[in-house]
Nanobody
Framework: QLQLVESGGGLVQPGGSLRLSCAAS????????IGWFRQAPGKERERVSC????????NYADSVKGRFTISRDNAKNTVYLQMNSLTPEDTGVYYC?????????????WGQGTQVTVSS
């Protein structure tokens, strides 16, 4: 069993930055790839980024490339999402999810989400 807790969301002005954290507890953390997803009101959930088990491979949605950076600290059981140059279109609830072995696999465990609101 793996428990995930997101933090770091909040209200930020357009052009601002936030860093989200996804802290994990439980066994076998190092066997999971971690993805960040978001869901805006009235829209489907989308994956914005994912990082491989060892952290050597990352991917990003086109909408966030060049602005978001995902990283993981396996010693701290934490994955981060650094979000820069935020726009109102980045508003939504952000979730992290753990996928067994690869970013290609569906999320097996999910956090409760953290709200990000980009508004002036």
């Amino acid at each position: 069993q793996l428990q995930l807790v997101e933090s770091g969301g909040g209200l930020v002005q357009p052009g601002g930055s936030l860093r989200l954290s996804c802290a994990a507890s439980g066994v076998m953390w190092n066997f999971f790839a971690i993805g960040w997803f978001r869901q805006a009101p009235g829209k489907e959930r989308e994956r914005v980024s994912c990082i491989s088990v060892g952290g050597s491979s990352t991917n990003y949605a086109d909408s966030v490339k060049g602005r978001f950076t995902i990283s993981r600290d396996n010693a701290k059981n934490t994955v981060y999402l650094q979000m820069n140059s935020l726009t109102p279109e980045d508003t939504g609830v952000y979730y992290c999810a753990a996928s067994r072995g690869s970013c290609s696999n569906p999320g097996a465990y999910w956090g409760q989400g953290t709200q990000v609101t980009v508004s002036s």
